[in-house]
């Protein structure tokens, strides 16, 4: 792994850390295929995690993470997608792009489309917002990042619910 790449996967560790206590090691990319939870795409390099929304609700009260994107949606189908987009070369984080997931089940012939929104989590810019997972199943889901004077960036992660 070249310095950039270690530095870019750190900063990404950094990013859903505060995550792992509540749901465990490994838990913020477990399932997101077997290549993990990044993949380099028109120049970036793009993490996703797939996290239950249970984690937002079991924050205090006052906690800002709690009332992101409206507030955690009750039920065990909802899930929280966070994205971290870096530059390749620079290792810059994106900060500024708009970016939609597009989730659907194999084997399903309904899609939905989130715009993903900018949220700040432990200091660290990322985009995210929550879906439904219905079913256990496999679960294709497209993040496209579009930025001002680039390209859009299209990255494709398989996540497996289990039951």
């Known amino acids: 792994m070249t310095?950039?790449?270690r530095r870019t996967f750190a900063t990404?560790?950094?990013?859903?850390?505060?995550?792992?206590p509540v749901v465990g090691p490994g838990a913020a990319l477990a399932q997101v295929g077997p290549e993990g939870g990044v993949r380099r795409t028109a120049g970036l390099?793009?993490?996703?995690?797939?996290?239950?929304?249970a984690v937002a609700r079991g924050h205090a009260p006052a906690h800002p993470e709690r009332e992101m994107h409206g507030g955690?949606?009750?039920?065990?189908l909802a899930y929280h997608l966070v994205v971290a987009a870096f530059d390749a070369t620079s290792g810059a984080r994106i900060e500024s792009a708009s970016v939609i997931a597009t989730v659907q089940g194999?084997?399903?012939?309904?899609?939905?489309?989130?715009?993903l929104e900018p949220m700040t989590i432990g200091?660290?810019?990322?985009f995210g917002g929550y879906v439904s997972l219905p079913s256990s199943d496999t679960y294709q889901?497209?993040?496209?990042?579009?930025?001002a004077g680039s390209r859009p960036a299209r990255a494709e992660f398989?996540?497996?619910?289990?039951?």
């Open 3 to 5: 310095t950039l790449g």
């Open 12 to 20: 990404a560790c950094a990013l859903l850390l505060p995550l792992l």
């Open 45 to 53: 390099v793009v993490y996703l995690g797939v996290i239950p929304a």
């Open 72 to 76: 955690a949606p009750s039920g065990r």
């Open 106 to 115: 194999l084997g399903h012939l309904e899609r939905t489309q989130l715009p």
């Open 123 to 126: 200091g660290a810019s990322s």
């Open 141 to 147: 889901i497209m993040i496209e990042i579009n930025r």
């Open 158 to 163: 398989t996540y497996r619910r289990g039951t």
